[in-house]
């Protein structure tokens, strides 16, 4: 049969045991049926499925353990035609490829398999691997299926983008006009860089491709031709994205002193790939630890035993001690320079400097943490663990288990963060009076609290009042007691949602809730959230709470003007009709631009309502309708509000000059938006790369 011929070519019978089976991979088949057969399948066809395996323990056929599979798929469908558990649970490594082969022969259940197993496309049938249905699933589940589609399917750009949407270097698969198709390889690079190999030659050479491609994956530089491999803009546009793409950049770049520091600019490890000359600049490398200071590592040996350097490079990064030359790292200066900037610097200090009090205690100044990486002579030092944890609590954890049981040293932490009360002695955590004085510190404290404390009325009032969400913690008997709910709502609105069901239909504990903050309107009862007032107080306080008002409140104009006033994008929440409302939108976008993708159609048609909205946020250009994009007036208000708004710009705009240079003067990264002419353009070039030089506004 089918099944019994793909077997033999796929197990160890390959291997000259003329189609038969050694006995151990016979058993193991065996286990694996019946691990399969699960709860669905009867347990007598678990038995014969067994039966049927164990006929191949003895040099058995292949052509049984594909039998005991097929036993198990027809016992499946006897038992009510469902699909069997097996198939749905993903991950092909755990369906035997024989079991699988029997699902094809019997003609049961393949869509549903391969659509969860794209691997198993090469299995199928000649006319399933033309199905455009069957295809469309398998690669959605698995990119590389592709391979075996119909040739047909490989030319259909739906199926191609779905591949190459799960996984970019399945473009190698496609036909040849695909692997042409602009937007295809776009997606495919962006799932991978190395999907751009199987990309159309002239895309490789094409610049104001290149320059989308390397803005998607940086990597993708190494495809490109060696003249863009030279090009300036596309490499740093590369080196933004990935820093080690300098390594495909022409020597010519990787050794030009200027190129480099831009270059290191966007990332500290492209350092490793400039040439030996500037891995020993100074200014060079310094630009590329204050991007990452772990790019000392990349610098010239003799930078890293420099003192006066290495002084220099951890007052950039203190991350950079840890590539300095080690007898820097006993240098009590550089060491707490490196901790000035980065506490946990202090891992790579030498252990004579974490064992000398004066200067640990400098190192907690900077940050309680640093007890942490202190000897351990130190963290059984009273006064020293003291002074750590009123710089930070949580540090509690790494002093001597002698100080975790001291009440004083804990309540210390615990008063700087509630969090440290888990690190203490189990035995005052039990301790009442103790766990009263800890809540009223820090009312966190009570999540880590014996649980009886949970429902200790005083306790739980004493936590509520310092912290309302600690309301959270408590006993399902106090999470409805109406006092301790008021108190929690007032510390912190959103705690409405762990008081008892009855107390979120209580009016009184609703508005004091939303008036600490609205969005706990979401945890109101139905008729709360159609209470005008209380709405009106939520929107009032939080202009999103409009998304939990109730549909009869989401139209009513008062509410959402007063939502939106707050919150433009609470707009999203109103009823059709107010987002029809032009005065209404034109409140929104005045408030912020963005709330125009929330407009009715007609409105991101209008004018004034454009104008107003992309002057607040120039990218609501996005949403405009699309004769508003070539509206020059429209997109010179947006690209001066933002400059990458100028992707939204109708195509005639973006080869305006006058616009790109007021786009790319605003945002660098805009140029890859322009027409092809104007990339190549010097004056624009020169405009985008002087702010290459410096942070982008």
Not at 26 to 38: D, E, S
């Amino acid at each position: 049969s089918k099944a019994t011929v793909s077997v033999l070519n796929w197990t160890p019978a390959r291997c000259g045991h003329e189609g038969r089976v050694r006995c151990s991979w016979a058993a193991h088949a065996g286990t694996r049926l019946g691990m399969i057969a699960g709860a669905d399948v009867p347990e007598g066809a678990r038995e014969q499925a067994f039966l049927r395996s164990a006929k191949a323990r003895e040099w058995g056929t292949c052509a049984d353990l594909a039998d005991g599979g097929l036993d198990l798929i027809v016992a499946a469908d006897e038992d009510g035609g469902t699909v069997p558990d097996w198939m749905v649970r993903g991950g092909s490594n755990s369906t035997p490829l024989y079991v699988m082969e029997a699902v094809f022969a019997s003609g049961r259940h393949v869509r549903e398999a391969v659509a969860v197993h794209g691997c198993l496309l090469p299995y199928c049938p000649a006319d399933l691997r033309a199905d455009r249905g069957v295809v469309l699933r398998a690669v959605g589940q698995l990119g590389e299926a592709l391979r075996t589609a119909d040739e047909t399917l490989r030319a259909d750009r739906a199926v191609v983008m779905r591949a190459v949407g799960q996984r970019g270097e399945a473009l190698e698969f496609a036909s040849a006009p695909l692997r042409a198709d602009r937007e295809i390889v776009l997606k495919a690079v962006g799932q991978s860089s190395w999907a751009m190999r199987y990309a159309d030659t002239a895309l490789r050479c094409d610049r104001g491709f290149m320059l989308q491609a390397v803005g998607k994956s940086g990597n993708t530089l190494q495809f490109a031709s060696d003249a863009l491999r030279a090009d300036r803009t596309i490499v740093l546009q590369a080196v933004g994205k990935a820093g080690d793409a300098l390594q495909f950049a022409t020597h010519a770049l990787r050794a030009d002193r200027d190129f480099v520091m831009l270059a290191v600019g966007k990332s500290g490890s492209a350092l490793l790939f400039a040439s030996s000359a500037l891995r020993a600049d100074p200014e060079v490398v310094l630009v590329a630890v204050s991007q990452d200071g772990r790019a000392l590592r990349c610098a010239d040996q003799t930078l890293r035993l420099d003192r006066e350097f290495v002084l220099q490079a951890v007052r950039k990064s203190g991350r950079a001690l840890q590539h300095a030359d080690h007898g820097f790292r006993a240098d009590g200066e550089v060491v707490l320079q490196a901790v000035a900037q980065y506490v946990d610097a202090l891992q790579y200090a030498d252990d004579s400097l974490r064992a000398d009090p004066e200067f640990m205690h400098f190192a907690m100044e900077m940050s309680g943490r640093a007890l942490q990486y202190a000897h351990y002579v130190l963290r059984t030092d009273r006064e020293f663990v003291l002074h750590a944890v009123a710089q930070s609590g949580t540090s509690l954890q790494h002093a001597d288990a002698s100080l975790r049981a001291d009440p004083d040293v804990v309540l210390r932490a615990v008063a700087q963060d509630g969090r440290a009360l888990q690190y203490a002695d189990a035995a005052l955590r039990a301790h009442r009076g103790f766990v009263l004085q800890a809540v009223q510190k820090s009312g966190r404290a009570l999540q880590y609290t014996h649980h009886a404390f949970r429902g200790d009325r005083d306790v739980v009032l004493q936590a509520v009042r310092r912290y309302g969400y600690a309301l959270q913690f408590a006993s399902a008997a106090l999470r409805a007691d109406r006092e301790v709910v008021l108190q929690a709502v007032g510390k912190f609105g959103n705690a409405l949602k762990h008081a008892a069901e009855p107390l979120r239909d209580d009016r009184e504990v609703v508005l004091q809730a939303v008036e600490q903050y609205g969005n706990a309107l979401q945890f109101a009862s139905a008729a709360l959230r159609a209470d005008r007032e209380v709405v009106l107080r939520a929107v009032g306080t939080f202009g999103s709470a409009l998304e939990f008002a109730d549909e009869a409140l989401r139209a009513n104009r008062e509410v959402v003007l007063q939502a939106v006033g707050l919150y433009s994008n609470a707009l999203e929440f109103a009823t059709p009709d107010l987002r029809s409302d032009r005065d209404v939108v034109m409140h929104a976008v005045a408030s912020h631009g963005w709330a125009l993708r929330y407009a009715h159609v007609d409105l991101r048609a209008e004018r004034e309502v454009v104008l107003k909205a992309v002057a607040r946020n120039g990218r609501a250009l996005h949403f405009a309708d699309d004769h508003h994009r070539d509206d020059r007036e429209v997109v010179l208000v947006a690209v001066a509000q933002h400059g990458r708004a100028l992707q939204y710009a109708s195509a005639a705009l973006r080869a305006d000059k006058e616009v790109v240079m007021l786009a790319v003067g605003k945002s660098s990264n805009a140029l890859q938006y322009a027409a092809d002419a104007l990339r190549d353009d010097p004056e624009v070039v020169r405009q985008a790369g002087m702010l290459q030089a410096a942070p982008e506004r």
